[in-house]
Nanobody, 125 residues
Framework: QVQLVESGGGLVQAGGSLRLSCAAS????????MGWFRQGPGKEREFVAA????????YYAESVKGRFTISRDNAKNTVYLQMNSLKSEDTAVYYC??????????????????WGQGTQVTVSS
């Protein structure tokens, strides 16, 4: 059982930056891909970014391309989400997720096996 713990959320002004971290509880040999999703007030959970643990191939939602960067640190079993040029519409609870296999679309919540508890990001305009 993989446990994921997010950190780094908070309140930031529009145009500012935050970096989220997600630490996995065990060696990532059992993880194929890790991703970030977010859920805004009254909205469904949506895909933000993902990274293959081996090879580091990345995926991004169109709404965050050029502003957000996902990366990983193999030695620390940690994935990061650097968020720049934040907008009020980025306000949401951000969730880290891990997929144990390659099956399923990278963009769908159902393709991930483990989830963190979420961290709140609030962007003030």
């Amino acid at each position: 059982q993989v446990q994921l713990v997010e950190s780094g959320g908070g309140l930031v002004q529009a145009g500012g930056s935050l970096r989220l971290s997600c630490a996995a509880s065990e060696r990532t040999l059992s993880i194929y891909r890790m991703g970030w999703f977010r859920q805004g007030p009254g909205k469904e959970r949506e895909f933000v970014a993902a990274i293959r643990w081996s090879g580091g191939y990345t995926y991004y939602a169109e709404s965050v391309k050029g502003r957000f960067t996902i990366s990983r640190d193999n030695a620390k079993n940690t994935v990061y989400l650097q968020m720049n040029s934040l907008k009020s519409e980025d306000t949401a609870v951000y969730y880290c997720a891990a997929a144990a296999s390659w099956s399923g679309s990278v963009y769908y919540t159902a393709s991930y096996d483990y989830w963190g508890q979420g961290t709140q990001v609030t962007v003030s305009s």
